[in-house]
């Protein structure tokens, strides 16, 4: 009865230890959400568009980032300025890179009430390593003018691939496959490999209209997954300090390390917020959702109503082994804490051969003098 016993308290710990794998990294909520971000300002430094990106100061100033009454961070396009008589006319905007970078071994979660959208609007949840494309790019939210599926998608140098749509069953992913090559290079150009979210409430104007929902994206052993949920579908412990994706439904999106090694095609990652407007993307798909062209709302404010987030809350997790810790610029490892600005620390949680040493051999020895 007592090897039985200990058998289960084994049982119970492991059990308790492997739904303890995530610790928080970065917790960006709040009144210090905009602390440990470095703002770039200018033009688009990506794309031919019409945007001059501020700098912190005069994002701050101009009211393109703030925090409300409810705790959520709004990151906006500028929707007062008029720019209809000048023929040069770069509408402001944000554009956000962490301080701190995301690694294999990471779980990333933003809860969102409303993402930008609009026609010209094209906004973005992404990731990026220092040597694009070298070390990648992970596209989390991304699209244009009034779609309302979101497409997530890889960009890296040639040899990243996703399986063919005909191997993708539902069981390893729900989201409709586009393209299969990752490399900027690809047939596609620099498409990536492109997979779309069969959910209308998942960008745009549907997503607002549902009250938002929560994008994740795990990057582990396995490859590369993201999932969408929306607001009604949210895992519970989704918002906690200790989620377990384990436990969630298919992922909308899988990019398997079978087809490619994120070892050898991603280097850490920064995350980037930031909201474009026209470009190639929004004129190559401008028509039939969006009347004229592109260009020729870019002065008018109005048009910006809708060109904002607002994000309850992004965070960064770690597995227990540190080895998706994230760094700073500087590549020193950044401090577990919850957010830039807070005090709390979220304790590793303690490994089963600890719990081994200190509780169960102790007790397997007093049963074995018992027994003798």
Not at 19 to 40: H, K
Not at 44 to 67: F, H, K, M, P
Not at 123 to 131: C, K, L
Not at 218 to 243: E, M, Q, V, Y
Request: glycine residues 10%.
């Amino acid at each position: 009865m007592h090897s039985l016993g200990v058998v289960g308290l084994v049982a119970v710990f492991c059990t308790t230890s492997a739904r303890a794998a995530f610790t928080v990294a970065q917790n960006y909520q709040g009144s210090s959400f905009f602390d440990a971000w470095t703002f770039q300002n200018g033009p688009d430094r990506n794309s031919s568009s019409n945007v001059l990106y501020q700098t912190r100061e005069q994002a701050l100033q101009e009211g393109l980032v703030s925090v409300n009454a409810a705790g959520h961070a709004i990151i906006k396009m500028d929707n007062t300025t008029d720019g209809t008589k000048d023929p040069n006319f770069g509408r402001p905007s944000v554009f956000m890179l962490s301080n701190a970078t995301v690694s294999a071994g990471s779980l990333v979660i933003m809860d969102a009430i409303t993402m930008p959208f609009g026609c010209s609007v094209w906004p973005a949840f992404w990731m990026q390593g220092p040597n694009w494309p070298n070390n990648g790019e992970i596209d989390i939210v991304e699209n244009v003018n009034l779609q309302t599926n979101n497409r997530y998608s890889l960009h890296t140098a040639s040899g990243c691939t996703h399986p063919p749509a005909d191997q993708s069953p539902a069981s390893m992913e729900t989201g409709q496959v586009l393209s299969t090559d990752c490399s900027t290079t690809g047939a596609n150009g620099n498409q990536g490999c492109l997979i779309q979210d069969p959910s209308t409430n998942s960008f745009g104007a549907g997503f607002k209209a549902n009250g938002g929902g929560a994008y994740a994206m795990l990057w582990d052993d396995t490859g590369i997954k993201i999932w969408f949920f929306p607001r009604a579908s949210i895992p519970a412990d989704a918002s906690t300090n200790t989620p377990n994706p384990s436990g969630w439904p298919t992922p909308t999106a899988f990019y398997p390390s079978s087809s490619c090694d994120t070892t050898k095609f991603f280097g850490p990652q920064s995350i980037v917020l930031n909201i474009n407007v026209c470009g190639s993307f929004p004129e190559s798909n401008f028509n039939p959702s969006c009347s004229g062209k592109c260009q020729d709302l870019v002065g008018v404010p109005s048009n910006y109503n809708n060109a904002y987030f607002e994000i309850s809350y992004l965070r960064v997790f770690t597995s227990k082994s540190g080895s998706g810790s994230s760094t700073t610029s500087g590549g020193t490892a950044a401090p577990k804490t919850t957010g830039s600005g807070s005090a709390s620390v979220i304790a590793k949680p303690a490994t089963i051969f600890t719990i081994l040493a200190t509780i169960v051999l102790p007790f397997i020895g007093g049963y074995l003098t018992v027994a003798l």
